[in-house]
């Protein structure tokens, strides 16, 4: 079993090589459907396997149809990777869609959507809170306190 130095090793070759092949390996049009990039490689223990994290950009049709692209093209890919990378056997790959980008994004126009209904309501998030109130007038209170003991 490899350590854990060398499975980040071969999951950042794995990576590097993959992002090359979508540039300008795979000639399968269904990958240029959307635009592709890799976002992670998990390599198991024994190095027999990789999981290869793919995110997407564009409508969902395209997303779909780069995703057939991207499994029909996995025999391609684990060549070309055993002829790039040189290890005693070449893993088996599997790609998986990674919509965290996606996600995130929904989140930061979510909450961007929340400051603007506030500030449209005339409510905006005070920083003057009863809470902050009561810990400057107990941080007064202490300064009082400090001055009387010297």
Same mark, same amino acid.
């Given at each position: 079993? %490899?350590?854990?130095?060398?499975? %980040?090793?071969?999951?950042?070759?794995?990576?590097? @090589?993959?992002?090359?092949?979508?540039?300008? /390996?795979?000639?399968?049009?269904?990958? /240029?459907?959307?635009?592709?990039?890799?976002?992670?490689?998990?390599?198991? #223990?024994?190095?027999?396997?990789?999981?290869?994290?793919?995110?997407?950009? /564009?409508?969902?049709?395209?997303? %779909?149809?780069?995703?057939?692209?991207?499994?029909?093209?996995? #025999?391609?890919?684990?060549?070309?990777? #055993?002829?790039?990378?040189? =290890?005693?056997?070449? +893993?088996?790959?599997?790609?998986?869609?990674?919509?965290?980008? &996606?996600? #995130?994004?929904?989140? =930061?126009?979510?909450?961007?959507?929340?400051?603007? @209904?506030?500030?449209?309501? /005339?409510? +905006?998030? @005070? +920083?003057?809170?009863?809470?902050?109130?009561?810990?400057?007038?107990? $941080? $007064?209170?202490?300064?009082?306190?400090?001055? &009387? @003991?010297?």
């Amino acid at each position: 079993m %490899a350590n854990d130095r060398r499975m %980040a090793r071969v999951a950042s070759l794995i990576k590097r @090589e993959v992002s090359q092949m979508l540039m300008d /390996g795979i000639k399968d049009d269904r990958v /240029g459907a959307g635009m592709v990039s890799v976002t992670d490689v998990d390599v198991s #223990g024994d190095l027999q396997h990789a999981k290869i994290f793919v995110s997407v950009y /564009g409508t969902e049709e395209a997303r %779909a149809e780069t995703m057939t692209g991207l499994k029909a093209a996995t #025999g391609f890919v684990r060549s070309e990777l #055993g002829k790039r990378i040189r =290890l005693r056997r070449t +893993p088996e790959i599997l790609f998986k869609e990674d919509r965290s980008v &996606e996600r #995130g994004t929904r989140v =930061l126009s979510l909450l961007s959507q929340l400051d603007q @209904e506030r500030a449209e309501k /005339g409510d +905006p998030l @005070e +920083p003057e809170s009863d809470y902050q109130a009561d810990l400057e007038e107990g $941080a $007064a209170e202490a300064d009082l306190f400090s001055d &009387e @003991e010297e």
